[in-house]
């Protein structure tokens, strides 16, 4: 199973200005003087092992989207919600010829803010008579959130020109679904309006989706729900969008959740690969570099903490930040 990552900040999407690329530049010829660099292999293989992630790409500017990779239906496609990155992924499935052939598209909405609809209008799929377009969610505002964006005065084309056949499954909340061979549980998660987290299995492997979600005291509880809906996953996709502080203190009750609670929880529900998500949109590169340093030097604090056994097996095992572009396999 794999997932891969259109769209990873959250809130608002992040901008990238020239004085940034050029600081990369400076810090990338710096990094090199004095460096013999005879050959494109030798170059690349600099960029690769010797510059930091924040220098030699960038953590990407647009919102919410990832795609479920490997549907078991041919020509379908599984994505979770429809944040600026689903533009991107309409962008890369017509260059690719990919959109030649009728499709259908299931989006999975966590719930209707800005950040999670906003690329709905530039999905190309959508304009496109015997494509099939379905959200699942269990909103009952859906079909008018995605409708409704695309009115006068803030859009120039309305919904009724999307010539493909757009359908609406909204369900009671936290009903189970079947998609692409995927068993798909969720869980209701706290976050203004409601957000909704997803479960998918198959194979035996799990990857859990729960962004736009804060975690308050009784996360500390010993039967806390969220232990069970993370048990033994493969990948958690967790809503880090803050420091520990931040959510705590300046940015308490705004939803979203911390890099700390997010390692405390993988470790306690023995969860793989923990991928931190919905990044912070004012935060730089070399920003979010740091934070994910230092969420993983928390994890070994963590882990030095609560595991008195050297020999047992730590929780989780990777610590990782998403970024625009980033596939993960499990
Ligand atoms: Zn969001
Ligand atoms: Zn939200």
């Given at each position: ?13 992040a ?6 690329c050029?600081?990369?530049a ?7 003087r004095?460096?013999?660099l005879p ?21 990407g500017?647009n ?40 499709a ?22 959508a304009?496109?008579?015997g494509?099939r377009?379905v959200?699942?969610g269990?909103h ?6 995605i ?10 084309v ?5 010539g493909?056949d757009?359908?609406?499954?909204i369900?009671?909340?936290c ?15 706290n976050?203004?309006g ?9 194979d035996g ?7 736009d979600?804060e ?8 039967d806390y729900?969220?232990?069970?809906f ?7 996709i967790f ?11 300046t940015k308490?009750?705004w ?19 923990l ?5 912070e949109?004012?935060a ?5 570099e ?16 609560h ?6 097996t ?8 998403a ?5 993960i396999?499990?």
């Amino acid at each position: 199973m794999k997932v891969f990552f259109w769209g990873t900040r959250g809130s608002l999407p992040a901008s990238v200005w020239a004085k940034d690329c050029r600081e990369k530049a400076f810090k990338t010829l710096e990094a090199a003087r004095g460096i013999d660099l005879p050959d494109a292999d030798a170059i690349n293989d600099f960029i690769e092992n010797t510059l930091p992630f924040s220098v030699s790409g960038t953590y990407g500017t647009n919102t919410s989207c990832i795609e479920l990779r490997d549907s078991q239906q041919p020509n379908e496609y599984i994505l979770c919600d429809a944040g600026s990155g689903i533009r991107d992924f309409a962008h890369h499935h017509m260059i690719s010829g990919r959109g030649k052939s009728p499709a259908t598209f299931h989006i999975l909405m966590t719930h209707l803010h800005w950040d999670h609809i906003c690329g709905f209008p530039f999905f190309v799929p959508a304009y496109i008579p015997g494509n099939r377009v379905v959200f699942h969610g269990y909103h009952e505002q859906i079909p008018d959130a995605i409708k409704h964006q695309m009115d006068t005065p803030c859009f120039p084309v309305p919904f009724k020109y999307m010539g493909a056949d757009i359908e609406f499954n909204i369900m009671p909340p936290c009903q189970p679904l079947q998609l692409g061979g995927f068993d798909i549980t969720s869980i209701e998660q706290n976050h203004p309006g409601i957000a909704y987290g997803y479960r998918f299995a198959r194979d035996g492997k799990v990857i859990v989706h729960s962004t736009d979600s804060e975690h308050k005291e009784d996360a500390y509880d010993e039967d806390y729900r969220f232990l069970k809906f993370f048990h033994e996953a493969d990948l958690v996709i967790f809503d880090a969008q803050y420091s520990l502080a931040e959510a705590t203190f300046t940015k308490a009750d705004w939803g979203h959740s911390s890099n700390v609670l997010g390692i405390e929880l993988a470790a306690r529900s023995s969860v793989k690969h923990l991928c931190m998500f919905h990044n912070e949109p004012t935060a730089t590169d070399s920003d979010l570099e740091e934070f994910l340093f230092n969420s993983r030097m928390y994890s070994e604090i963590y882990h030095s903490e609560h595991q008195k056994d050297p020999a047992a097996t730590r929780y989780p095992k990777q610590v990782s930040l998403a970024y625009d572009g980033l596939e993960i396999e499990v």
